[in-house]
């Protein structure tokens, strides 16, 4: 069951925790300060294939910019791995920030280690997902590249419609609420991917 799976989810976030106590967060190396921001945005073109309920696919951004500017920024849109989530890369995201740089770190909902939307519902990682991301990492070669192809295909169309949704968002974010501080300072003639 899926509360059993996300029981799972959290024993194995805890023992982690455990395993690899939290260490201190570098200094950023940039002239800026850094702020922060985070939404919720729901895919009315498309259903969330892992959700039980039929509902449509929300994704959570979250971000890191510049504070003491005006002048627009490249913006810099963030994947996470298997077993990652939208904080996965933070000392990079912050270090961006500070040298004038927008980040945007989507969470991929069911694919994030978890999530965590702007209400403060937290959702965990698809157990069905987990298994296969790890006989996939687990070996260099599964005995049936086909299914693998198949598998790791289907995985990134999702994260590929997911990409694109969030840029399509943040355009007419740009567009429609130019004084927001976080909207206001993308520059949508530069934008790079990472992940």
């Given at each position: 069951?899926?509360?059993?799976?996300?029981?799972?989810?959290?024993?194995?976030?805890?023992?982690?925790?455990?395993?690899?106590?939290?260490?201190?967060?570098?200094?950023?190396?940039?002239?800026?300060?850094?702020?922060?921001?985070?939404?919720?945005?729901?895919?009315?073109?498309?259903?969330?294939?892992?959700?039980?309920?039929?509902?449509?696919?929300?994704l959570?951004?979250?971000?890191?910019?510049?504070?003491?500017?005006?002048?627009?920024?490249?913006?810099?849109?963030?994947?996470h791995?298997?077993?990652?989530?939208?904080?996965?890369?933070?000392?990079?995201f912050?270090?961006?920030?500070?040298?004038?740089?927008?980040?945007?770190?989507?969470?991929?909902?069911?694919?994030?280690?978890?999530?965590?939307?702007?209400?403060?519902?937290?959702?965990?990682?698809?157990?069905?997902?987990?298994?296969?991301?790890?006989?996939?990492?687990?070996?260099?070669?599964?005995?049936?590249?086909?299914?693998?192809?198949?598998?790791?295909?289907?995985?990134?169309?999702?994260?590929?419609?997911?990409?694109?949704?969030?840029?399509?968002?943040?355009?007419?974010?740009?567009?429609?609420?130019?004084?927001?501080?976080?909207?206001?300072?993308?520059?949508?003639?530069?934008?790079?991917?990472?992940?």
């Amino acid at each position: 069951t899926r509360f059993a799976g996300n029981c799972l989810v959290f024993i194995f976030a805890l023992s982690l925790s455990i395993l690899c106590p939290p260490f201190e967060m570098p200094t950023p190396t940039g002239t800026y300060s850094i702020g922060t921001a985070r939404h919720t945005w729901t895919d009315p073109t498309r259903l969330d294939p892992f959700a039980a309920d039929g509902s449509n696919r929300s994704l959570t951004v979250e971000f890191w910019y510049p504070e003491q500017t005006t002048e627009p920024c490249p913006l810099i849109v963030f994947s996470h791995g298997a077993f990652g989530y939208s904080g996965s890369n933070l000392s990079t995201f912050r270090e961006l920030a500070s040298h004038g740089y927008v980040v945007a770190s989507i969470g991929h909902t069911y694919q994030a280690f978890f999530t965590r939307d702007t209400s403060g519902t937290m959702t965990f990682a698809d157990t069905a997902f987990l298994q296969r991301a790890s006989e996939l990492n687990g070996t260099h070669e599964t005995g049936n590249t086909e299914e693998t192809y198949q598998t790791t295909r289907e995985w990134m169309r999702l994260r590929t419609a997911d990409a694109h949704f969030v840029l399509d968002t943040l355009r007419a974010e740009c567009l429609q609420t130019p004084a927001d501080a976080l909207f206001s300072r993308i520059d949508l003639d530069r934008i790079g991917m990472f992940g």
